[in-house]
């Protein structure tokens, strides 16, 4: 598990690097193609490059975020519960949530691969939409991956009782 462990890890800390540079190069197409539009020469396709860099960004931030934490959680309920029970609702949870995005990274490749057959462009620039959409269900994949990863981890310490 440790092998697989330091692969996610790498492919998660790759994926953060890949969404904050579409993050960046999405700040500086909207700030060039705004000040484009005050002197009449917009940047064509700017808004598909935008929407697809936006996607390129949570696919890549997904893995990330979950590994440390950061969404948005609500610990009220729990704060006074034993330490043992919140890893049981924490399980509960988190099972619950890698069977709604296994289903929904199933879904997006299934997706993709029509979109893929139908031979489906962008409007403006003609880009191959399929290509996003199999990176958004790359994204979505280790994002599920990393959540059997702590689901792990958290049985690991119910079993050994270590519930610190």
């Known amino acids: 598990m440790k092998q697989t462990a330091s692969v996610l890890n790498k ?22 193609d705004v000040i484009g539009r005050c002197f009449k020469y917009p940047i064509f396709g700017s808004v598909e490059i935008v ?6 960004i949570v696919a890549g931030a997904l893995p990330y975020t979950y590994k440390i934490g950061g ?22 949870t988190r099972t619950l949530t890698l069977i709604l995005f296994s289903l929904i990274t ?3 490749f299934l997706h993709a ?10 409007m403006s620039l ?26 792990y981890h958290d049985i690991t310490k119910l079993r050994k009782g270590d519930l610190k």
Do not use: D
């Open 113 to 122: 691969a029509e979109l893929r057959q139908m031979g489906e462009v962008s």
């Open 126 to 151: 003609k880009f191959p939409t399929y290509y996003i959409a199999y990176i958004l269900g790359f994204g979505l994949l280790i994002f599920s991956v990393t959540i059997v990863e702590t689901i």
């Open 11 to 32: 492919l998660s800390n790759t994926m953060k690097i890949i969404g904050g540079i579409a993050l960046i190069s999405m700040m500086m197409l909207t700030v060039v």
């Open 51 to 56: 929407g697809f860099l936006a996607t390129i």
């Open 106 to 108: 199933w879904q997006m």
């Open 71 to 92: 969404h948005v959680g609500v610990e009220i309920l729990m704060q006074n519960a034993s330490r043992k029970t919140q890893i049981r609702v924490r399980l509960i």
